[in-house]
């Protein structure tokens, strides 16, 4: 049952199902691009907001989660640092949830350049380090990180894997794609409360947070970065 308080609700779901990726997704992905979700899990954006791209292959290490997912129209299992396509294929490479569990992203971010076409973007939603939230989770064990996913948030579907964090901020990601030669389209802070609906008190503090943090100078506090870069012809 949802926690959150009455006078916070308006704000909470504004925030909650309006988020910058899927405004991203949604504006970006159009009938007749391919695309390639990258770690794609065992959920996908594409079928979560029933967008309509002309392919979707999904690229994923585990069978197991990729077999799940039927938001994709074609699946490989595949590890993103040696991924099995051609040259200059895909339109849109989506990358959410992902950057935090690369372990060698400048290897993972050079396959999507060497795999993307000439004008093509990678679309990217990973946690922001500066948020004292990931912060945290950064830090915690896995097996701690696992236990308060289950028994706190009660989300037993979901998996809680090994994190790295080595590419987590809005800088060492422009960093790491500029170096490509690939010129970002957007880079920008997100908030998302979705997990803390569990207590009505928690969920105050958090909307509260992320109230401050919507003034300009405050969102680099913000739990998530939302980015796209593109793949120049001179690049």
């Known amino acids: 049952m949802e926690k959150e308080p009455i006078w916070l609700k308006e704000y909470y779901y504004t925030q909650r199902f309006n988020c910058s990726f899927r405004k991203l997704a949604a504006r970006t992905v159009s009938p007749g691009t391919l695309v390639l979700d990258a770690g794609c899990g065992k959920r996908s954006v594409i079928g979560e907001e029933n967008l309509r791209p002309g392919l979707t292959i999904g690229a994923e290490f585990s069978r197991e989660d990729i077999a799940a997912n039927s938001g994709i129209d074609s699946k490989v299992v595949a590890s993103l640092e040696n991924l099995p396509f051609k040259n200059e294929v895909f339109d849109i490479i989506i990358c959410r949830n992902v950057v935090e569990h690369l372990e060698n992203p400048g290897v993972v971010f050079w396959e999507f350049r060497r795999i993307m076409k000439t004008g093509a973007l990678v679309l990217i939603r990973t946690p922001n380090l500066t948020n004292?939230?990931?912060?945290?989770?950064?830090?915690?064990?896995?097996?701690?990180?696992?236990?308060?996913?289950?028994?706190?948030?009660?989300?037993?579907?979901?998996?809680?894997?090994?994190?790295?964090?080595?590419?987590?901020?809005?800088?060492?990601?422009?960093?790491?794609?500029?170096?490509?030669?690939?010129?970002?389209?957007?880079?920008?802070?997100?908030?998302?409360?979705?997990?803390?609906?569990?207590?009505?008190?928690?969920?105050?503090?958090?909307?509260?947070?992320?109230?401050?943090?919507?003034?300009?100078?405050l969102r680099?506090?913000?739990?998530?970065?939302?980015a796209s870069f593109e793949k120049d012809k001179d690049s």
Request: proline letters at 4%; charged letters at 15%; aromatic letters at 14%.
């Open 220 to 226: 680099w506090l913000k739990m998530w970065i939302i």
């Open 132 to 217: 004292p939230i990931a912060f945290t989770s950064a830090i915690l064990p896995l097996t701690l990180r696992t236990w308060i996913k289950r028994n706190l948030f009660h989300d037993e579907d979901g998996d809680t894997f090994p994190t790295y964090f080595k590419c987590n901020t809005a800088t060492q990601l422009a960093s790491a794609f500029g170096s490509l030669g690939m010129r970002p389209q957007l880079v920008t802070h997100d908030g998302l409360m979705a997990y803390f609906n569990f207590s009505a008190i928690i969920l105050s503090l958090i909307v509260l947070f992320e109230r401050v943090t919507d003034i300009a100078k």
